[in-house]
């Protein structure tokens, strides 16, 4: 099993809809979490953090269920601009290094 | 604020040849990486430095080598390249050797090896 997991995709949605996408991980050490973005043949770029509370930016609303071991990213109103690959990582404690990247998950959002 | 540099953008090697590819930040990060992204798999980690004079492997370290003789330039050496080396390349750096915070990647080198 790979230790974080996303649907690839393609999610393929009309402007103005509301996409979310969920991603588990398998450490339960797991104790920092993201999402970046990246757009095709371009390097991935941070999204937004992940907390425990849950954390919200703009259309972005990003969840944390540690009980059941995933992280969701939730897009409202979706914009043509929204079109990208999202990835899912997450951060042990016991190392900085051992980030860990989800495969990504394909949006795209048509006119 | 040039971020993260990474050259060349685009190579064609041979079976058996050697390279380097050129990482550079300016943000006087700590920490650097190499990563290589191939189609269905999450970014892999190569080789990571916490500081210059330190290096260590991550995940996918044979057939490759690094150095860190300063702060800003983290060099990616394929020693004898491999088809299975085809692959695309980003150099990430972050601020503190843990590397806690946000990675800030290059644009990426694209290899093909035939």
């Known amino acids: 099993r790979k230790e974080v997991e996303q649907d690839p995709g393609p999610f393929n949605v009309p402007e103005g809809a509301t996409v979310a996408f969920n991603c588990t991980y398998s450490n339960s050490a797991s104790q920092s979490f993201f999402w970046y973005r990246q757009d095709c043949r371009k390097e991935p770029k941070l999204l937004m953090s992940v907390y425990s509370s849950g954390n919200e930016d703009g259309r972005f609303t990003a969840q944390l269920n540690r009980a059941s071991q995933y992280i969701s990213l939730l897009i409202r109103d979706s914009k043509l601009s929204d079109s990208a690959t999202y990835l899912c990582v997450v951060r042990p404690l016991t190392g900085g290094f051992k980030t860990i990247f989800g495969a990504g998950t394909r949006l795209f959002v048509k006119a | 604020n040039a971020g993260v540099t990474q050259t060349p953008k685009f190579q064609v090697l041979k079976t058996g040849q050697s390279m380097t590819l050129q990482c550079a930040q300016d943000?006087?990060?700590?920490?650097m990486s190499w990563y290589r992204q191939d189609p269905g798999m999450g970014l892999r980690l190569i080789h990571y430095?916490?500081?210059?004079?330190?290096?260590d492997q991550g995940e996918v370290p044979n057939g490759y080598n690094v150095s860190r003789s300063t702060t800003e330039d983290f060099p990616l050496r394929l020693l004898s390249a491999a088809p299975s080396q085809t692959s695309v390349y980003f150099c990430a750096s972050s601020k503190g050797a843990q590397n806690t915070g946000e990675l800030f990647f290059g644009e990426g080198s694209r290899l093909t090896v035939l």
């Open positions: 430095s916490v500081g210059a004079g330190i290096t």
């Open positions: 943000m006087n990060h700590e920490y």
